[in-house]
């Protein structure tokens, strides 16, 4: 079986099945990217697992996962002003995170081209919101490109290559979640690897690149938008944009992505079938393509997942130009929520033009209910450990504060450890004001250590700076453990190899916090206790749960053929208090009709975290508590 590395660096091309995600790197090495910059975050998270699939030996990329998204922007941005053609690539609120930099992207000249890869969510399927990242790329002037299949991301992307080099600008490239997790038998073609130009071509002639007073920024703003003003007219013109010809005059439909893909499902059992503009370039709009398009159509629906970004400058086209077509977009609220699925665009079409659908025949038999399932902390997670103690050292009226990461999901049942979220490192800020004021109700924020790095040091910086009053929990698993097992700078190595270790403690230390408490997250009656001085005292204080990642840890050790520790077990004992399934939850343990608690041995990875909170000592190791080895 061909490994996945070989096959990105092999020259002779050919098809291959794959996804979204890892097709955009064959095209990063065929379009000579040099440098790739990210911060982790789903959707994009796989196109770093294929770039450490290549033999460092062999691999011309050089890439680094950076503390946060605007670092990485930086990273990518110096490369490409040296010469060198660079990408970077984060989900969709990370965008948010580099916004200080990344507006600033179009008003340069990027002699080495430089590519920004999104992965927006509509659904939200793995963030807080389901922001549309098209309206960042009108906000800065840069161009916007969105693919709607893993052979789209390939070609897309090396289009994208070839016009920032040639033009000097920077190009995004708007994924979703589902064209970054589809996958499709793609032909990649062949590719000889260049020898590599390391030599450095950074010029301030190329500039400037110091956008300060009015003398400077507005000659700067006049080439942005002068460089958008021609990338319309290529647009115009440009096979990205394709046009689906089923010879109606009446009914016509712009649309763009994985929409596109979700019409052509619902179309296929269509009576009758509209044209369709299918946009591969979002920004700038290709506006004399469109206002062909309406001329010829009596209706045109535009139809977009999120906000109606297309709708609006569509109408406004036709306002312009004196174009009397029907345009339909968004009818309700719903239409701005959610992935168009099939069934979600189907639904939409038959709202639009219900004749153009058969109509649905109501199911005979009801279909089949399933019961949701909630998402859960992994068996023997150290966060279930550490809230399951806090639990136990804060009063019902206290305030907790969450953050972004594994331990967000302690806001859930049972442990309840959270009441207000916002994005990656806000807790710190947001519990310094809830604090203001507030003389009888304790405030705990959360934080992971790959967000403490991240973006946690300013509000922490804040609450020694301006003397606030609350306690900050570290929760420190050794890893970005949400996102794929990344490394953070307390990890002691990077995606390149070992690195020194900037360790937590020293940081905080070095601020001047005094009062800081280490606990081993397992040991839950000291972390208790640790918690209980923090919040019995005035001031800002720091609590750090430690222990490593235990997924990330039993995978090690599963990979270096270690033995797993033995499963735990249920003694007579048990009076079926059931601590184990209420309050703490782990999900090896289940409860049957009877009240009797069984074992799940295929979950339990024998940690032996979950005995000290059974009240009867019923829960033991098969065999070591025992005598056995």
């Not at 209910?369 to 399951?388: I, K, N, T, Y």
């Not at 250590?449 to 009053?469: C, E, K, R, Y």
């Amino acid at each position: 079986m061909k490994k996945l590395g070989d096959f990105l660096i092999s020259p002779n091309g050919g098809y291959e099945i794959v996804m979204g995600n890892t097709a955009i790197v064959r095209a990063m090495l065929e379009s000579g990217v040099r440098v790739a910059t990210s911060y982790p975050g789903s959707p994009t998270p796989e196109i770093a697992t294929a770039i450490a699939s290549i033999p460092k030996e062999k691999n011309p990329l050089y890439f680094e996962f950076s503390t946060n998204e605007k670092v990485a922007t930086e990273v990518a941005f110096g490369a490409s002003i040296n010469g060198h053609l660079s990408t970077v690539f984060f989900k969709s609120v990370g965008l948010n995170v580099a916004a200080d930099t990344f507006v600033q992207l179009g008003h340069m000249e990027l002699i080495g081209g430089m590519v920004i890869v999104l992965g927006d969510d509509p659904g939200a399927n793995s963030s807080q919101n389901e922001q549309d990242n098209r309206h960042y790329a009108r906000l800065a002037y840069i161009p916007m490109l969105e693919p709607a299949t893993p052979t789209e991301v390939y070609t897309m992307f090396k289009e994208a290559a070839n016009l920032s080099v040639e033009r000097r600008m920077p190009v995004i490239l708007r994924l979703t979640t589902h064209v970054c997790h589809a996958k499709e038998k793609v032909f990649f073609s062949p590719w000889t690897p260049q020898l590599l130009d390391n030599s450095p071509r950074f010029n301030v002639d190329n500039g400037p690149y110091i956008p300060l007073t009015t003398k400077l920024v507005l000659p700067l703003k006049r080439r942005a938008l002068e460089k958008l003003a021609q990338f319309s007219s290529y647009a115009n013109t440009s096979t990205l944009n394709t046009i689906v010809n089923n010879r109606n005059p009446n009914y016509g439909v712009i649309t763009m992505g994985a929409v596109f893909q979700s019409l052509q499902d619902v179309l296929e059992k269509a009576m009758i079938k509209p044209d369709i503009v299918k946009l591969g370039i979002i920004h700038p709009l290709p506006k004399e393509l469109i206002a062909d398009f309406l001329r010829q159509h009596k209706e045109i629906k535009v139809l977009e997942e999120l906000d109606d970004f297309i709708e609006q400058q569509v109408k406004a086209l036709a306002q312009e130009m004196g174009i009397t077509t029907k345009i339909i977009g968004k009818q309700e609220y719903e239409d701005w929520l959610n992935e168009y699925t099939p069934e979600k665009v189907d639904a939409i079409m038959r709202k639009t033009w219900p004749h153009l659908l058969p109509p649905i025949f109501e199911a005979t038999t009801p279909p089949l209910q399933w019961s949701s399932r909630p998402a859960q902390l992994c068996p023997g997670c150290g966060h279930r450990s550490a809230f399951h103690a806090i639990k136990q050292a804060l009063g019902v009226d206290d305030i907790t504060v969450a953050d972004i990461g594994c331990h967000t999901l302690g806001i859930m049942e049972p442990y309840n450890m959270g009441q207000v979220l916002l994005c990656m490192g806000h807790s710190s800020g947001t519990a310094a004001g809830l604090s203001l004021f507030n003389t009888n109700r304790k405030v705990v924020a959360f934080l992971g250590d790959s967000t403490f790095f991240h973006a946690g040091l300013p509000g922490i910086i804040n609450a020694v700076f301006n003397q606030h009053n609350f306690t900050l929990v570290l929760l420190d698993n050794g890893t970005t453990a949400m996102t794929g097992h990344q490394d953070h700078p307390g990890a002691g190595h990077n995606f390149n190899g070992a690195t020194e270790k900037i360790p937590i403690r020293r940081v905080l230390e070095g601020l001047g916090i005094t009062n800081i408490h280490e606990v081993d997250a397992y040991a839950q009656v000291k972390l208790k206790e640790a918690v209980k001085e923090a919040i019995a005292e005035n001031g800002f204080n720091v609590v750090i749960a430690k222990h490593p990642c235990m997924l990330k840890l039993m995978r090690e050790r599963d990979a270096a053929g270690s033995p797993r520790p033995p499963s735990v077990e249920i003694t007579t004992n048990c009076n079926q208090n059931h601590t184990c399934v209420s309050s703490f939850a782990c999900p090896t343990f289940q409860r049957n009709a009877d009240g009797s608690i069984v074992v799940r041995n295929d979950l339990c990875i024998g940690d032996g975290s979950c005995k000290q909170t059974c009240p009867t000592n019923a829960i033991i190791h098969k065999l070591k508590d025992k005598g056995g080895q």
